[in-house]
């Protein structure tokens, strides 16, 4: 049977139509149980590190020096061969720096595990990439080529392999980020609402953690840890730039500013916080007018080479087929 006959038939194009309808169907509902998965995990990090906190906390009321508590554990907990192989190789000194923690706290990773793992990562895909390529270029598709070209071409991709963490990590910060400034706006009203209607500054970061979670989960984590630490930290300011430095956006750190001099200057907390609204507001607004001038620029190319070729086609078309029309259908009637 012919290749095309066999896609033109009704009852091949029905099974196609609904297998994709099938695929659509176990995807959404898929989609939906990941997602209320991975909020169960959110909910249970914060709720870990905010007994982490506590434990911290009293320990340090105590006078104690251990900040151990009990029957308190980590978010995710760092597989064997991992941390030995990070205290083996010392890949701390190797790959660690100063900015590393805020980097994964800024993705939403907090703990030792998430850092073990980063580092072991940074360390292990590379030789993981040199060896996959190497298998396949050597043994899978030699192509001919010199033992020492395959081996240069492994040795590149193991390479460019040492940057897929890096990479991966900025895309988890940059989409991380982008959901926390979409709903940082909203995120100001609700507290100015809480705020000029008599609540705390606690009760209010609780209530909009509460509230802006259907918007934004990374936003809701944040706020729920600094409802945390502002609980048992003495210095507010502190919970307040630990929020700024977990987000990484200029718009929270300008606020958390606002709210620190606030409270040390005894100022009132509703006007800083209004004033800091209106500002976000108008940021929004300019981010909106700023995507919408950039529009005609964006639709220029696709105009050129979609639209103005098929309009050519249709104003010249008519025209052309009369005039190369016109003398075949002139022989046609004399014949």
């Not at 909020?39 to 434990?55: G, S």
């Not at 991380?176 to 970061?205: N, Y």
């Not at 220029?300 to 190369?324: H, W």
Request: with cysteine.
């Amino acid at each position: 049977m012919n290749i095309v006959q066999l896609l033109t038939q009704r009852d091949f194009l029905i099974a196609v139509l609904a297998a994709v309808s099938m695929a659509a169907v176990v995807f959404t509902f898929g989609s939906t149980f990941i997602v209320k998965s991975e909020m169960k995990q959110r909910i249970k990090r914060v709720a870990l590190e905010r007994e982490k906190m506590r434990a911290e906390e009293m320990a340090r009321l105590r006078g104690g020096g251990a900040t151990e508590g009990r029957g308190i554990r980590r978010a995710t907990e760092t597989k064997t061969y991992m941390k030995n192989t990070v205290d083996r190789f010392d890949l701390k000194k190797a790959f660690q720096d100063d900015a590393t923690v805020d980097k994964l706290a800024m993705a939403g990773f907090r703990g030792q595990g998430h850092l073990t793992t980063f580092l072991f990562m940074r360390f292990a895909t590379p030789l993981g990439v040199f060896l996959l390529a190497a298998l396949y270029t050597i043994f899978m598709a030699p192509g001919g080529r010199p033992l020492y070209l395959n081996l240069a071409y492994s040795i590149g991709a193991g390479i460019v392999g040492a940057y897929l963490p890096v990479v991966m990590l900025k895309n988890t910060t940059q989409k991380r980020q982008f959901s926390i400034k979409r709903a940082w706006p909203d995120c100001l009203d609700l507290l100015l609402l809480c705020v000029e209607a008599g609540m705390s500054v606690e009760h209010a970061f609780k209530r909009v953690a509460k509230e802006i979670g259907q918007q934004s989960a990374a936003l809701a984590e944040e706020l729920t840890l600094t409802t945390a630490e502002l609980s048992f930290l003495e210095d507010r300011g502190r919970a307040y730039e630990n929020l700024g430095r977990r987000t990484g956006l200029d718009g929270v750190r300008s606020v958390m500013t606002a709210l620190i001099q606030a409270d040390r200057y005894g100022t009132s907390v509703g006007q800083a916080l209004r004033v800091m609204a209106e500002e976000g507001r108008e940021g929004r607004m300019m981010e909106a007018e700023k995507k919408a001038a950039s529009l005609p620029p964006k639709l220029t190319v696709p105009l050129i080479l979609f639209f103005l070729p098929v309009l050519f086609i249709v104003i010249i078309a008519p025209a052309l087929i009369k005039v190369f029309g016109g003398p075949v259908a002139s022989t046609i009637g004399g014949n």
